[in-house]
């Protein structure tokens, strides 16, 4: 007799989960479990009569595998061509290797562990031995083969088959972390929102969401697990929660929030077009950090004065390989148009640490965010950097362009990356293809060594940005993207602001500017303190740009500076923070 009960809907319960919030908004939507990362692929023991079935699992994922490579590949095939597409057939190859299948299938039954961890071990040894060989070819093959790996894993995973580019139905996704690559890739009229359980403020995966505007909240900790894909699910990017099954009464009550929200950024979108001057007329330039071209509209949208950061990485990691010279040229020129009458800043390559993809070549590092990263791959990969840097100063004929460099740790690599500017500046003269007379050259001040000399670096530039979210990282010690350490990630830290002090003082006797691009500009708790410092230029997402505009405006210049004067005399982070509250509270309590 059939059971009564069975098919009978499991009732759902609310369940609520605290992460912290980074980018503003309410998302509801079916959740979309992203499981992308090797580290969570965890050892398991098997039994030798599972042997079979594990490697039944395996044989499925490749075929899977080579399935999905194929729909790319014929994708590609007809929008950009057969000869672009081929690389794909070199994926297929390396995924049918049969020399490495034959050493999986070994493993599974010499060491009786499951197959992920067998073919992810497997894998490692592989590229490990690829990238020793003294052969451009196999090191570059290297990362190809990662790329199919990474594939494989998702497949055998059972449960994975999202990509952010491959949704169908809008959800909200829920990943162990997201790459930048992960990011700038996705399809962002499926993607609802962002949750990871990794990650903080000023992680990567953080500041696209703010850029594509996108509620998320990320430093869940460990949840993938508990849920089933298609889940309804509520993210509140404002407080910070992931809320499973919400009840109606709880999707009521979110609505209302919403209208609150929408009324004070209506109010906002009237700041547009006012200047950031404060009370006592101390002009500030407001401009956009910008990632990717759908960005473009936003510049204007949220009125910042042009764009005070390129982060042109983010136009490398979009796709499988570096785009050549012309394209870039083309995006350049675009932004520079969309720009005017303000300026660009583009910042050169920024590679490295948590950004890579397998054709920057960059190898597995122990420490990524102190080894091949920002300026130091772009001098180590000279081809990569001229080339950019061509594109750089073509673009420059069309509108006012800047560029700047980062993670630049002492002079050496400041002057290396300028002669480089002024090669490249005099091939174009030589072939008569057009550039600006003139081109500002800046460099951000991420690390302290660059903070502690600034006055030295100063003499060689036209202007200084302040990269906070590295230079607090550095500073402090801090992992930027570490969810287990975000508490002690303070930017509001006498250290911090010192440094920051430092940096705008060398700054002005040299008579360049100064401005910050990382997220304390965009955070308006700490805007007083940056006004206060003497700073002349904030850049940050564009959403945020009214309300820093109407910070600025609230502001007084001298009292500012007055509490920056007993910030950096404080004992803590916590006082500064207390104070800096205080002040925005009082001043702009509609915004915070
Ligand atoms: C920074 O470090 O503050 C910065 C703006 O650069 P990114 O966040 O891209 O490292
Ligand atoms: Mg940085």
């Known amino acids: 007799m059939p059971d009564e009960q069975s098919d009978a809907p499991t009732p759902t319960v609310e369940e609520r989960y605290k992460g912290i919030p980074v980018s503003p908004g309410i998302a509801i939507g079916p959740l979309v479990l992203l499981y992308a990362d090797e580290h969570i692929i965890r050892k398991r023991r098997i039994r030798p009569e599972d042997v079979a079935g594990e490697i039944a699992r395996f044989e499925a994922a490749l075929l899977k595998t080579r399935q999905q490579i194929q729909v790319i590949r014929n994708e590609l095939a007809s929008s950009i061509g057969e000869e672009d597409a081929s690389i794909f057939d070199a994926h297929i190859l390396l995924l049918e290797d049969t020399s490495l299948i034959e050493s999986v299938k070994e493993q599974l039954v010499s060491r009786l562990v499951n197959v992920d961890f067998a073919y992810e071990q497997v894998v490692r040894s592989y590229t490990r031995k690829m990238r020793e060989l003294d052969d451009d070819y196999f090191r570059e093959r290297a990362g190809d083969f990662l790329d199919v790996s990474r594939r ?84 509140d990017g404002y407080e910070g929660l992931l809320i499973v099954n919400p009840t109606d009464q709880t999707k009521h009550e979110y609505g209302q929030r919403e209208k609150i929200h929408e009324a004070v950024e209506v109010k906002l979108d009237a700041l547009r077009e006012t200047l950031p001057v404060t009370l006592d007329q101390r002009r500030i330039i407001v401009s956009a950090n910008v990632e990717i071209m759908e960005d473009l509209p936003l510049i204007k949208e949220h009125g910042a004065e042009g764009v005070g950061l390129l982060r042109t990485e983010y136009l490398f990691l979009n796709q499988n390989e570096s785009p050549t010279e012309d394209q870039q040229v083309e995006m350049y020129r675009e932004m520079a148009r969309a720009c005017q009458p303000h300026h660009i800043i583009i910042r050169t390559l920024d590679v490295g640490g948590d950004k890579k993809r397998p054709h920057l070549g960059i190898e597995q590092e122990v420490n990524p965010f102190l080894g091949f990263r920002g300026i130091r791959y772009s001098l180590g990969r000279p081809d990569i950097f001229r080339t950019q840097l061509r594109a750089i100063c073509r673009a420059s004929a069309e509108g006012n362009v800047r560029v700047m460099f980062p993670m630049v740790c002492d002079l050496s690599e400041l002057k290396a990356a300028r002669r480089l500017i002024d090669e490249v500046r005099e091939e174009l003269r030589q072939q008569n293809i057009p550039q600006a007379e003139k081109i500002e050259v800046g460099v951000m001040i991420e690390v302290p060594s660059a903070a502690l000399t600034a006055d030295i670096l100063a003499r060689h530039v036209d202007f200084f940005s302040i990269g906070s979210n590295d230079l607090i990282q550095y500073t402090l010690a801090i992992d930027r993207g570490n969810e287990n350490v975000s508490a002690m990630y303070q930017p509001a830290h006498p250290a911090v602001l010192r440094l920051m002090q430092t940096v705008v003082e060398a700054a002005h006797r040299n008579n360049i500017w100064v401005g910050v691009c990382g997220e304390m500009a965009a955070d308006v708790i700490l805007v007083p303190a940056l006004i206060g410092l003497g700073v002349d230029e904030l850049s940050a997402g564009a959403a945020s740009i009214p309300r820093i505009k109407r910070a600025i405006q609230s502001l007084n210049y001298e009292e500012a500076r007055q509490l920056v004067a007993r910030c950096v005399l404080n004992e803590s982070a916590e006082a500064n923070q207390a104070e800096l509250e205080q002040m925005a509270r009082r001043l702009y309590p509609e915004i915070l």
């Open 152 to 235: 494989v894993l998702r497949n055998l995973q059972g449960k994975v088959d999202a990509e952010l580019r491959n949704l169908d139905v809008a959800s909200v996704v829920l990943a162990h972390d997201l790459s930048p690559s992960d990011t700038a890739g996705m399809d962002r009229k499926l993607v609802l929102g962002l949750a990871t359980e990794a990650g903080s403020r000023t992680s990567h995966s953080a500041i696209m969401a703010r850029s594509l505007n996108l509620p998320a909240v990320v430093g869940l900790r460990e949840l993938i697990g508990k849920f089933e894909p298609g889940v309804e699910v509520l993210l």
